[in-house]
């Protein structure tokens, strides 16, 4: 039997006990509203918040840049991985995918007009980054082997050395290099405003092999020795045209940097643009060995193997030999001609803009 004192004093207990409860609950409750918002989501909440990013948001968060944009690619045979592009410059690198029994058409701004191939959508390392929110999309376009040989495209190779602002042109025996500055502003003007697409060289590299269509109308436009008329004459057009040009520097003589964003540094050898022993020029003279050392030495200035353009025209086996040696893929000639499929990569035929050649001797030449 239990005592009245043992009684009441359990009651006492029970009574503490449920004030220490109520006043814990109290002060839980306390802690729990005055704890800040991070710490009141429950742990399984917070990573419900947490979102990974996109292969493209990633590539801008790395970048931490506000005029990267990252260019991604759709449709069959496109890359998975984005690329990063800057919006103040050209395209760089876009790829150029291979499948079996089938030719690369390009890229192109929307599906639409990948599927129409639509010239005047087609983008490439000629054309300016567009980005919204700084992202793109590129789409890309396919055909077959045999519509790419039916389409017989041969691409102008266009060949100017020094510009003037005399209309009757200037006085010696250079002076057929010297092109008037008005007969090359209405050419640049009939390129850029008649759809004539302008292939980087990476892209003329994937024609020549077959694996690269090419649209009907495509032109480089390029510049031998990087006279100062060149600098002071033509590149103003080129920019206000907004057309890609190559210019082939004689980096022994200079090497200033890219005027624009739309002329490309290319090498006319380092200092090889002189008569070797029998008169002819040292391309032709020296060893593949020496002419691969010179191109080294234009290379390192340059900051590219691509291209290079013989000096005087001058070349035979062992110069070509010396500018594989060198890493260059292509060189361009003197003589005159069209780039096709199959066309060597190593002589390259050009059309030579001479003084008195105005508008309509283009258009003869090239459409």
């Known amino acids: 039997m239990v005592s009245g004192g043992k009684r009441r004093r359990a009651g006492l207990v029970v009574i503490i006990s449920a004030v220490v409860v109520l006043a814990g609950g109290a002060a839980l409750a306390y802690a729990w509203v005055t704890r800040t918002p991070a710490e009141v989501i429950p742990r399984a909440s917070t990573a419900t918040l947490e979102r990974s990013l996109t292969p493209a948001q990633q590539l801008l968060a790395d970048a931490d840049d506000p005029l990267a944009c990252a260019v991604s690619f759709v449709g069959d045979g496109a890359p998975q991985d984005p690329m990063l592009?800057?919006?103040?410059?050209?395209?760089?690198?876009?790829?150029?995918?291979?499948?079996?029994?089938?030719?690369?058409?390009?890229?192109?701004?929307?599906?639409?007009?990948a599927a129409a191939m639509t010239v005047a959508a087609r983008v490439n390392g000629a054309d300016p980054v567009v980005c919204v929110d700084q992202q793109a999309a590129?789409?890309?376009?396919?055909?077959?082997?045999?519509?790419?040989?039916?389409?017989?495209?041969?691409?102008?190779?266009?060949?100017?050395?020094?510009?003037?602002?005399?209309?009757?042109?200037?006085?010696?025996?250079?002076?057929?290099?010297?092109?008037?500055?008005?007969?090359?502003?209405?050419?640049?003007?009939?390129?850029?405003?008649?759809?004539?697409?302008?292939?980087?060289?990476?892209?003329?590299?994937?024609?020549?092999?077959?694996?690269?269509?090419?649209p009907a109308r495509s032109v480089i436009i390029t510049d031998d020795d990087a006279d100062q008329t060149w600098f002071d004459?033509?590149?103003?057009?080129?920019?206000?045209?907004?057309?890609?040009?190559?210019?082939?520097?004689?980096?022994?003589?200079?090497?200033?940097?890219?005027p624009s964003k739309y002329v490309l540094r290319r090498s006319h050898t380092h200092d090889m643009h002189k008569?070797?022993?029998?008169g002819k020029g040292r391309m032709v003279n020296w060893t593949a060995e020496q002419i691969a050392a010179d191109l080294n030495a234009s290379a390192d200035v340059l900051g590219v193997r691509e291209v290079i353009a013989y000096p005087y025209g001058h070349y035979n086996d062992t110069a070509k030999q010396g500018v594989t040696m060198a890493g260059y893929e292509m060189a361009r000639t003197i003589e005159p001609g069209y780039v096709e499929i199959g066309t060597d990569k190593l002589a390259l035929p050009v059309v030579r803009i001479d003084y008195g050649m105005g508008l309509d001797a283009l258009i003869k030449r090239i459409g």
Do not use: C, K
């Open 138 to 214: 590129l789409f890309a376009a396919w055909t077959t082997p045999e519509a790419n040989a039916a389409a017989d495209v041969q691409v102008s190779i266009l060949m100017y050395h020094q510009f003037t602002t005399d209309p009757d042109g200037e006085s010696g025996w250079l002076r057929g290099n010297y092109a008037y500055i008005g007969d090359f502003d209405a050419q640049m003007n009939h390129i850029a405003s008649t759809d004539f697409y302008l292939p980087t060289w990476d892209e003329l590299s994937a024609f020549i092999d077959g694996r690269l269509s090419l």
């Open 275 to 278: 008569a070797g022993d029998n």
């Open 85 to 113: 592009q800057h919006q103040d410059a050209l395209y760089v690198g876009l790829p150029i995918p291979a499948q079996d029994g089938r030719v690369f058409a390009g890229w192109y701004a929307t599906e639409a007009d």
């Open 233 to 258: 004459l033509a590149v103003p057009v080129i920019d206000r045209y907004g057309l890609l040009s190559t210019s082939f520097m004689i980096t022994a003589d200079r090497q200033d940097p890219a």
